[in-house]
């Protein structure tokens, strides 16, 4: 016969046992998937690795700084680049909330040495998307688009002997513009865009996709790329995906750069020399 004692001696460490495996259960969940590794997969490049670790590590002291993370950036995504610089896929780098502009606000370029602005589609993410997902499940995770502007300050001019060093300065980065306007869902069959400089017409394009590549393509790569690193993509983050026309070298004599993602809206930005 089991005695009083036993019973709850026993209870108890069902108790336990059960409360061990959902702690278990809720690490596993919180911690970074690893994507499955190819041999030609981006995060095996050497350039790549070095560059990465040094900018996550940046990453996570500028957050333990007390610096609010705001999403990622997604570069070199056009073929001609990547065959330039001998990679696999785009490269990725971080954003902070330090960098958001809101529409319409001057930036002072006078000690940059190449201002360049890019027109761009910024993804809100509703959910966590993990590192081996696949593109229906990124597709499920867009919350919104946002026409967007990524300011860049091109130097040095990134070549195939310095992607590490592209990588660990966050490729650029250094602020992005976010249009008033955002459309919920991750549809972009009806986008076009359109580039005004000086007040005319600049360049234009019926398939913002075509340069960067398809949006949820684009996503599960970025978050394999951190999944290979120990980085997760979460819900909120806000993602620009690449230059939806060729990357817009800002000449000297600029003031004011928009751009317009119909049927979504528009974003712009003045640049002051002080």
């Not at 509703?126 to 300050?153: K, M, Q, V």
């Not at 690449?242 to 119909?262: C, K, M, N, W």
Request: proline content about 7%; hydrophobic content about 45%.
């Amino acid at each position: 016969m089991t005695s009083k004692g036993e019973k709850i001696g026993s209870a108890l460490a069902k108790a336990v046992k059960g409360a061990a495996a959902k702690m278990k259960d809720s690490e596993q969940a919180a911690a970074p998937k690893h994507p499955p590794d190819r041999p030609d997969a981006l995060w095996n490049d050497p350039r790549v690795a070095r560059g990465m670790r040094a900018q996550l590590a940046k990453r996570r002291q500028r957050i333990t700084a007390g610096e609010k993370p705001l999403g990622w950036k997604i570069g070199f995504g056009a073929q001609a680049a990547r065959e330039r610089l001998k990679i696999s896929a785009p490269l990725v780098a971080f954003i902070m909330q330090g960098a958001l502009l809101k529409s319409g606000a001057p930036v002072n370029v006078k000690h940059w040495t190449q201002p360049v602005a890019e027109p761009e589609i910024a993804v809100q993410l509703a959910s966590d998307l993990p590192a081996g997902s696949n593109a229906a499940a990124a597709r499920a995770a867009i919350a919104s688009l946002t026409p967007a502007i990524e300011l860049l300050d091109l130097d040095p001019v990134a070549t195939q002997d310095n992607v590490d060093a592209v990588l660990a300065g966050c490729i650029y980065q250094r602020h992005v513009v976010l249009g008033a306007n955002s459309r919920s869902g991750g549809e972009t069959a009806d986008l076009s865009a359109r580039v005004f400089r000086r007040g005319a017409l600049a360049a234009k394009t019926d398939d913002p996709e075509a340069a960067t590549g398809k949006l949820p393509n684009l996503l599960t790569h970025l978050a394999d790329l951190l999944g290979a690193f120990g980085e997760n993509l979460k819900a909120g983050d806000i993602v620009i995906c690449g230059s939806t026309v060729a990357p817009p070298q800002i000449a000297p004599d600029e003031t004011e750069f928009a751009y317009r993602l119909d049927p979504i809206g528009d974003v712009s930005v003045r640049f002051t020399r002080e």
